[in-house]
């Protein structure tokens, strides 16, 4: 990149061509209207916008059933709730907080933040936060309903079987949990696959890896960590539903099934979700801090590699909530030291931040307030928490108010606090307007103490003996003094809330304030997406990590369309693609215009899973045939357009293709990013056969048939062949032999169909009764979910074959083709690792 000719730029000087250049953009990027097509929008500025207060509304909600629990507890023996009605209560506010709250509103944050931080335009596949949007309403909905027909979930939130799988002592409630939140899970996946190829491709040119702003490295991070976090406990609600739905003996033990299966599947996704809720606002920190320090952050790369380095501990630390399950002491041991080293970098990252602000002039303000004080209040959880990753501490503590002291501590100063910091310190940039600092202030105080009294008299009254989840409690124990405490902190706390929802409401009457009113360093605030959804006004080169600070009349540059992409010439949305490493300029992308489609597709998928509890299945497989149909609708008319030209100047004499495919392409990545979340969970069951193994001596029974080795042999052979055949093709047909790669396709799709069945006769020929025992279950699971896949597989094949015999896809225009390919290689990998273990496995064993 070399400094900008003058003459690129002439026209730039000319206020009437940048005038016409600015009415171009409105025009594209006007937001649909109606009262009903409004709702069509895809544009992250709305769609995020929209994200943030559903799940602060849900986060509401929440905390409302928290208050009628802490009624109910204020003093002994009192009936104001029913035990059943309690544990209803407990098991939806923590799911809805975990679930519907501290993940969704970190990924709807991002999602209006990340386009502003990048200079981007919009994420890469606004549609599909639009889609992810809808999912999440409609689950959360269903999920959080529930409580008013007395049919929440109230097994605790995590679940844990046989208590939750037994039919007749669960009932819908269970069932509503797993289908409603899978169905959630499967919209956080999707959001994150968004995050991370946002990241990844869409930075503006210049900024490198190392002049990323740190709120991104955060939302990679995190994006990843749901990315592997999310599968496994999917395919623990996948098991889970067999066992209600059809009676597989998962997590049956008297039918060789084992209900730790379950807790292991729930905690490895348990932990890192710690993380993954706590990541996001030291991510907030580091934009505030560098802020009110007016200095840049010290220490970039510590924070960093603090990041990733706890992001992959705490992959490793989740059998420290089963440290009552009489696991080996060897693993306690490893565990337990595991468990304490994560602190060492979230110590780290705190030290930076309290060097920055020593190092910089401070400037006091609410959102700083709100951070120092939540890190007062986290690192108490942090202490006790060190506390309970000892193993012996942990068997006292172990199921007492001691515990729900510890996350909660951790919760409100690791999550909550410090959105309402973030809240206060990004109001300005989403709205144009400041909120009150003096409401701020005192909101924060009341929530301050109110937390404290609410949680602290927790840690004596669980030392004391007070079981956690009871719904009342002996006047004998003498703890009504303790709960009488934690009740007032509750409602307190309460009010502090209701003071921020006040300001809040008393925002849309205040006049704007200026741009910028922090005065920050970074990318984010040259947008003001209240008045503009195209973001910024042209997108800039980077050379600095606060290029508003350090580079010289950048905010007129911008703002003047000196840099990238000023003008929308040819009418469409567009932003511009960089290369992962060194953002370099490699593409321009045309974007997802408002459309019906992802709300249609999220209410077709999400009638599959409420149907499915009702028992509806075959209205729930109608909803499946509908679901596909808005998928290939939604791909056909969306995707891998092939432009009108291949190439267009984007300003400063740069000229960039319209169109990439393979590897460079976003549409790639996404593939890749998705099939690796589809891998995770197909290991989490491929994890269960091998756990069963390890296990129970019994595991596969001595005389149980297994489903023979011919058929699972012969689906490999076929997946082979149908992956071979579409990797010539995309060979082949790149060459320009456009009917040799149809026929390999056609070959594919025999193969592949093939493979599915002869899958599903190994388990199916040799009559393995899934009812039995858990080790004919397992097989079952495994050979389905592979046979799924194959059949997804035809789909895709087919559909490129239709592409290219509609003239959508051709030898330079082939990235259909090419994301298909990505998926036969996992689908081979898959159909190798399910076959052999079933297959092959059972002969090495024994
Ligand atoms: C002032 C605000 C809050 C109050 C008064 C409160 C109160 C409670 C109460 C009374 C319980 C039940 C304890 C038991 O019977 O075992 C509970 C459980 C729980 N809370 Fe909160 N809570 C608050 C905020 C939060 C937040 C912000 C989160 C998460 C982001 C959260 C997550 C949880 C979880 C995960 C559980 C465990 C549920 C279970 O045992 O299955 N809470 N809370
Ligand atoms: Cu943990």
New binding site residues.
């Given amino acids: 990149m070399t400094a900008p000719a003058a003459a690129d730029h002439l026209d730039q000087n000319d206020p009437a061509i940048r005038a016409a250049q600015e009415a171009r953009l409105r025009e594209v990027w006007k937001p649909p209207s109606g009262w009903f097509f409004r709702w069509t929008d895809v544009n992250n500025n709305r769609v995020g916008v929209w994200y943030t207060l559903t799940a602060f509304a849900f ?1 509401l909600f ?2 409302v059933l ?2 009628v ?2 009624a109910q ?1 204020a003093v002994p023996e009192n009936d104001l709730v029913s035990a059943n009605t ?1 544990n209803q ?3 939806l ?3 809805m ?2 679930f519907l ?2 993940v969704p509103m970190f990924e709807a944050v991002s999602i209006i933040l990340l386009p502003q931080l990048l200079g981007a335009r919009d994420l890469p596949f606004p549609r599909l936060s639009a889609f992810g949007y809808w999912s999440f309403l409609i689950g959360g909905v269903f999920v959080g309903g529930s409580i008013f027909f007395n049919a929440a979930p109230d097994g ?3 679940m844990y079987p046989p208590l939750t799988t037994r039919t007749d002592l669960s009932g819908l409630g269970a069932d509503i949990w797993m289908l409603g939140l899978s169905f959630i899970e499967v919209s956080s996946v999707a959001a994150a696959v968004e995050l991370i190829v946002g990241v990844l491709k869409c930075r503006p040119p210049g900024m490198r890896l190392n002049l990323m702003p740190l709120y991104a490295w955060y939302i990679l991070v995190v994006a990843v960590m749901i990315l592997f976090a999310f599968p496994p406990l999917i395919a623990g609600d996948v098991l889970f539903e067999m066992e209600r739905l059809l009676g597989w003996p998962f997590f049956d033990a008297a039918r060789g099934g084992d209900p730790l299966l379950w807790q292991h599947l729930f905690w490895i996704f348990g932990h890192p979700e710690v993380y993954i ?1 706590f990541l996001p606002s030291i991510a907030l920190f580091a934009m505030l801090i560098p802020t009110f320090a007016q200095r840049h952050l010290l220490g970039y790369p510590w924070i960093v590699l603090a990041a990733v380095g706890t992001a992959f501990l705490s992959f490793g630390l989740w059998v420290h909530h089963m440290f009552a399950t009489g696991l080996p002491k060897i693993s306690l041991a490893f565990f337990s030291a595991a468990s304490e080293a994560v602190a060492i970098p979230t110590g780290i990252q705190i030290f930076v931040f309290i060097a920055t602000l020593w190092a910089g002039r401070v400037v006091w303000s609410t959102p700083l307030l709100y951070a120092v004080g939540s890190l007062a209040i986290f690192t108490i959880g942090g202490l006790t928490g060190v506390m309970v990753a000892v193993a012996p501490f942990d068997w006292q503590a172990h199921d007492t ?1 001691f ?2 002291a510890h ?2 501590y951790v ?2 100063g690791g ?2 606090l410090p959105l309402f910091g973030g809240l206060y310190y990004y109001w300005p940039l989403v709205t144009g307007k400041k909120l009150s600092d003096r409401i701020g202030r005192i909101a924060f105080w009341v929530m301050f103490a ?2 404290n009294l ?2 602290f008299p927790m840690h004596l009254s669980g030392l004391a003996g007070m ?5 009342t409690y002996p006047a004998e124990l003498g703890l009504g003094g303790l709960n009488m405490a ?1 009740t007032i ?2 409602y307190l ?2 009010g502090g ?1 209701l003071l921020v929802v006040i300001d809040l409401a008393l925002s849309p009457a205040r006049p704007k304030g200026p741009r910028n009113p922090w005065n920050a360093g970074t990318l984010e605030w040259l947008a003001h997406p209240e008045d503009e959804s195209w973001g910024i006004r042209s997108v800039p080169l980077i050379e600095s990590r606060y290029p508003i600070w350090d580079q010289k009349d950048f905010v007129a540059k911008v703002d003047e369309g000196r840099f990238f992409l000023p003008d929308a010439e040819e009418g469409r949305r567009e932003t511009i693609v960089t290369s992962v490493l060194d953002a370099r300029p490699i593409q321009v992308a045309r974007l997802g215009t408002p459309s019906v489609i992802p709300m249609l597709t999220a209410i077709a998928l999400g009638s599959v899973f409420i149907l499915t509890t009702y028992h509806l299945y075959w209205l729930a497989l109608a909803g499946g045939v509908a679901t596909l149909a808005c998928v290939l609708t939604w791909l056909w008319t969306g995707t891998a357009e092939i432009p009108e030209k291949p190439c267009k100047a984007i300003g400063r004499g740069l000229t960039v293709p319209l169109y990439l495919s393979g590897p460079s392409a976003s549409g790639w990545w996404a593939m890749f990013i998705t099939m690796l979340a589809d891998a995770t969970a197909f290991s989490g069951l491929v994890f269960g056969y091998y756990f069963y193994w390890t296990i129970h001596p019994d595991f596969p029974p001595p005389d149980a048939a297994g489903p023979g080795v011919f058929w699972p042999v012969a689906a490999i052979g076929l997946t082979v062949a149908s992956w071979g055949a579409t990797v010539v093709a995309r060979e082949v047909h790149a060459r320009g032999g456009v009917a040799v790669a149809r026929a390999l396709l056609r070959f594919g799709v025999m193969a592949t169909l093939a493979s599915l069945a002869a899958g599903l006769a190994g388990p199916w020929t040799t009559g393995l009764d899934p009812n039995s025992h858990v080790y004919p279950a397992i097989v079952w699971v495994l050979a389905i979910w592979t046979a799924a896949h194959a059949g997804i597989g035809a789909i895709c094949q087919s559909y490129t074959l239709a592409r290219s015999l509609a003239g959508r896809m051709t030898p330079e225009y082939d990235a259909d083709l090419r994301n298909i390919t990505v998926y036969m290689h996992f689908l081979a990998l898959t159909a190798l690792v399910a076959y052999c273990t079933i297959g092959l496995f059972p002969e090495v064993a024994s």
């Fill in positions: 986060m929440a905390g928290a208050l629990m802490r507890l309690f209560l407990f098991t506010h923590g799911s907080m975990m709250f501290a605790g939130w995590f809720v108010y515990i729900v996350l909660h919760l409100i999550t909550l109110g937390a609410a949680f079981p956690r989840r009871v719904f934690s902190g509750a706390f309460a809330v």
